[in-house]
């Protein structure tokens, strides 16, 4: 009890430090920086036990290194992740399946090292239609999750309603959803994704955690009958009953086909499980106890993601739990089932010459040499203790020992593959066929400046370093949501990754031109628009149309409707303020900019009834400013 106390102390200071140290800008298409951070290998899965990036390090040099240095709180380089996997002090036995000496030399491994060229991509990258300048956040996301989508929702939840009342007893007051609510039941429930809150019935309560300016749009009782009722698949299908992902599978293919039809990927991409089990925000504040108590996923997300934007291509969903083919209770235990994962993710980019990066439970010469076969060239890091390391040479993967100097590499090849062994307080040991082994790279760190490498690990580096970034900072943007149900915590996942994307998309089209939206602001742009409120014009906004007053100690605000707000900032230069002023026949509001100048705060009355009166004469004010 003791030590899983210890270890989960150790993986909430790992994580604190981790977050606390980085430093992102909202730009997802630049590159990772200069900087290449302390150790771009670390895991970006949040029970992954430090399952995909990670350092490999002898048993022999992680004893001395812990003998000679103690290593400060989130220092990654320290190799205190990785296990031995093979035998310290040049010891003859290696991992299970590896060759001896004579036997690599036999089965074509050699030190004489050969040049090694991909070729080029044969693919167009960028989004697969042009979208409008005057495209909305709704527009971005129904490529996604269409109309035809959500009216299925609709039906298969007034099926499953039906069906159930019908045994259980008719509820007083249900009526069938409509498709407008079935869209504002969405937006309530993405509402969560940027209004964080403990529960999204918080909306309509009158604590800290309440969502007034969306909570009059349905009322909480309507809310919760449809939550109870919501189905993507009412009843169990005749053939296939065994499958445990049934009642979510249809919007999984119809989610898979959108992300193919809608974008085209860089030549490189990456294999992995994204950071989906933690919520950065809870894990660098909740205490010990909080972390040993929060329960498994039950089931396993695997993705195949476009390194240039971080646009999710492809999604592969297994359960952990249960029988049939998706029952993969030992998936992280078997290299075998994980290369199954990625040929599903890798079926539809074959004949391409696409460039894949993998984390240790895929990485295998098998499976690089089959994709080979199919034009697609790899680049794996290896793990004596989580790889299949058959048909690899033990000398390769076992610690020598004569101590390595940072920076040091050595290099053996097979026809194109080569598995690289570099050093850099640990060993970090790579199968490529994508990048030659005779061109070097650099690993630029802050403290320790430029260190040699092959340039398979330099671009390893880069490509994973930025898709780990990307994924602490937009995994903030998963919906709160926490259903009970599997195939509901995979449904508001797969909507999370959809909104991702959609984001992507939107950056790259003339619309983000118009408007800049940040991420967070795309989102709340995106619940605006499926619960149908007004003001939804990519051109006008009316939060940022507040006039706001100083009073009794408190910031208080009037909007355009003369409402009284509070929590607004004070005006005390000259505001841009935006008024709707007529409407066109197809509903496009029109908006004029009215500037007001004053030197000072405006002072307010105290009492609540002569201040929201006051706030309603300025706002008249200024609508009659010409």
């Given at each position: 009890?003791?030590?899983?106390?210890?270890?989960?102390?150790?993986?909430?200071?790992?994580?604190?430090?981790?977050?606390?140290?980085?430093?992102?800008?909202?730009?997802?298409?630049?590159?990772?920086?200069?900087?290449?951070s302390d150790n771009p290998f670390y895991s970006t899965s949040g029970d992954s036990d430090s399952d995909?990036?990670?350092?490999?390090?002898?048993?022999?040099?992680?004893?001395?290194?812990?003998?000679?240095?103690?290593?400060?709180?989130?220092?990654?380089?320290?190799?205190?992740?990785?296990?031995?996997?093979?035998?310290?002090?040049?010891?003859?036995?290696?991992?299970?399946?590896?060759?001896?000496?004579?036997?690599?030399?036999?089965?074509?491994?050699?030190?004489?090292?050969?040049?090694?060229?991909?070729?080029?991509?044969?693919?167009?990258?960028?989004?697969?239609?042009?979208?409008?300048?005057?495209?909305?956040?709704?527009?971005?996301?129904?490529?996604?999750?269409?109309?035809?989508?959500?009216?299925?929702?609709?039906?298969?939840?007034?099926?499953?309603?039906?069906?159930?009342?019908?045994?259980?007893?008719?509820?007083?007051?249900?009526?069938?959803?409509?498709?407008?609510?079935?869209?504002?039941?969405?937006?309530?429930?993405?509402?969560?994704?940027?209004?964080?809150?403990?529960?999204?019935?918080?909306?309509?309560?009158?604590?800290?955690?309440?969502?007034?300016?969306?909570?009059?749009?349905?009322?909480?009782?309507?809310?919760?009958?449809?939550?109870?009722?919501?189905?993507?698949?009412?009843?169990?299908?005749?053939?296939?009953?065994?499958?445990?992902?049934?009642?979510?599978?249809?919007?999984?293919?119809?989610?898979?086909?959108?992300?193919?039809?809608?974008?085209?990927?860089?030549?490189?991409?990456?294999?992995?499980?994204?950071?989906?089990?933690?919520?950065?925000?809870?894990?660098?504040?909740?205490?010990?106890?909080?972390?040993?108590?929060?329960?498994?996923?039950?089931?396993?997300?695997?993705?195949?993601?476009?390194?240039?934007?971080?646009?999710?291509?492809?999604?592969?969903?297994?359960?952990?739990?249960?029988?049939?083919?998706?029952?993969?209770?030992?998936?992280?235990?078997?290299?075998?089932?994980?290369?199954?994962?990625?040929?599903?993710?890798?079926?539809?980019?074959?004949?391409?010459?696409a460039i894949i990066f993998t984390g240790p439970s895929i990485t295998s010469l098998g499976l690089f040499?089959?994709?080979?076969?199919?034009?697609?060239?790899?680049?794996?890091?290896?793990?004596?203790?989580?790889?299949?390391?058959?048909?690899?040479?033990?000398?390769?993967?076992?610690?020598?020992?004569?101590?390595?100097?940072?920076?040091?590499?050595?290099?053996?090849?097979?026809?194109?593959?080569?598995?690289?062994?570099?050093?850099?307080?640990?060993?970090?040991?790579?199968?490529?066929?994508?990048?030659?082994?005779?061109?070097?790279?650099?690993?630029?760190?802050?403290?320790?400046?430029?260190?040699?490498?092959?340039?398979?690990?330099?671009?390893?580096?880069?490509?994973?370093?930025?898709?780990?970034?990307?994924?602490?900072?937009?995994?903030?943007?998963?919906?709160?949501?926490?259903?009970?149900?599997?195939?509901?915590?995979?449904?508001?996942?797969?909507?999370?990754?959809?909104?991702?994307?959609?984001?992507?998309?939107?950056?790259?089209?003339?619309?983000?031109?118009?408007?800049?939206?940040?991420?967070?602001?795309?989102?709340?742009?995106?619940?605006?628009?499926?619960?149908?409120?007004?003001?939804?014009?990519?051109?006008?906004?009316?939060?940022?149309?507040?006039?706001?007053?100083?009073?009794?100690?408190?910031?208080?605000?009037?909007?355009?409707?003369?409402?009284?707000?509070?929590?607004?900032?004070?005006?005390?230069?000259?505001?841009?303020?935006?008024?709707?002023?007529?409407?066109?026949?197809?509903?496009?509001?029109?908006?004029?900019?009215?500037?007001?100048?004053?030197?000072?705060?405006?002072?307010?009355?105290?009492?609540?009834?002569?201040?929201?009166?006051?706030?309603?004469?300025?706002?008249?004010?200024?609508?009659?400013?010409?």
């Open positions: 009890m003791a030590e899983c106390g210890r270890k989960a102390l150790s993986l909430l200071e790992a994580a604190r430090s981790r977050y606390e140290s980085l430093q992102i800008s909202d730009d997802v298409f630049g590159e990772s920086g200069d900087d290449s995909n990036y990670i350092a490999e390090v002898g048993e022999h040099e992680q004893q001395h290194h812990q003998h000679h240095h103690h290593p400060k709180r989130g220092d990654k380089d320290c190799g205190h992740s990785g296990g031995s996997g093979g035998m310290s002090g040049g010891g003859s036995s290696g991992p299970p399946g590896s060759l001896t000496r004579s036997q690599a030399e036999e089965e074509g491994w050699t030190e004489t090292l050969q040049d090694v060229t991909v070729p080029p991509y044969k693919e167009t990258y960028g989004p697969a239609q042009r979208m409008p300048a005057t495209a909305t956040a709704l527009d971005f996301f129904q490529l996604f999750v269409p109309d035809n989508c959500i009216q299925n929702m609709v039906t298969q939840t007034n099926m499953y309603a039906k069906k159930f009342q019908e045994r259980f007893g008719s509820e007083e007051g249900w009526c069938p959803v409509t498709a407008q609510e079935m869209k504002a039941f969405l937006g309530f429930v993405i509402s969560t994704s940027v209004h964080r809150c403990e529960s999204v019935l918080s909306i309509w309560s009158s604590g800290f955690f309440s969502n007034r300016s969306i909570a009059l749009k349905m009322s909480q009782s309507r809310f919760e009958k449809i939550l109870k009722y919501f189905h993507i698949v009412a009843f169990r299908p005749s053939q296939g009953s065994n499958q445990g992902l049934y009642k979510i599978q249809p919007f999984l293919d119809s989610l898979q086909q959108s992300f193919s039809c809608t974008f085209r990927p860089s030549q490189t991409q990456v294999l992995h499980e994204p950071l989906i089990d933690e919520d950065p925000v809870f894990i660098t504040t909740c205490t010990e106890r909080d972390l040993r108590k929060r329960k498994k996923r039950k089931f396993s997300l695997w993705v195949r993601q476009c390194t240039s934007t971080g646009f999710i291509c492809q999604i592969s969903v297994h359960l952990k739990e249960g029988q049939g083919t998706d029952g993969l209770a030992t998936l992280k235990n078997k290299p075998q089932l994980h290369s199954l994962v990625a040929k599903q993710l890798c079926q539809n980019i074959s004949g391409k010459n040499s089959e994709f080979s076969k199919q034009d697609i060239y790899c680049c794996g890091l290896l793990s004596t203790r989580k790889s299949d390391c058959t048909g690899l040479p033990q000398s390769m993967l076992v610690c020598s020992s004569t101590p390595a100097k940072r920076g040091q590499s050595r290099v053996m090849m097979k026809g194109s593959m080569s598995l690289i062994s570099w050093y850099n307080k640990g060993h970090f040991r790579f199968i490529t066929n994508a990048y030659s082994p005779t061109k070097e790279g650099v690993i630029i760190k802050r403290k320790s400046g430029e260190i040699p490498c092959p340039l398979a690990v330099e671009a390893f580096a880069a490509h994973l370093s930025y898709i780990c970034k990307y994924d602490d900072k937009y995994s903030k943007y998963f919906i709160f949501h926490k259903p009970n149900k599997t195939w509901q915590q995979v449904f508001w996942l797969s909507i999370s990754i959809a909104i991702n994307n959609a984001y992507i998309l939107y950056k790259m089209s003339d619309a983000y031109a118009v408007k800049r939206y940040s991420r967070a602001q795309f989102g709340e742009r995106l619940v605006r628009e499926l619960l149908d409120l007004d003001d939804c014009s990519p051109t006008h906004d009316v939060l940022h149309g507040c006039i706001s007053f100083q009073g009794n100690g408190d910031k208080y605000g009037a909007d355009l409707e003369g409402n009284l707000l509070r929590g607004c900032k004070s005006l005390t230069t000259m505001a841009e303020v935006d008024i709707p002023a007529n409407r066109r026949s197809d509903g496009t509001i029109l908006a004029q900019n009215i500037f007001l100048s004053t030197s000072a705060p405006k002072s307010c009355p105290s009492n609540p009834t002569e201040l929201e009166l006051f706030g309603r004469e300025e706002v008249a004010k200024i609508r009659g400013v010409k």
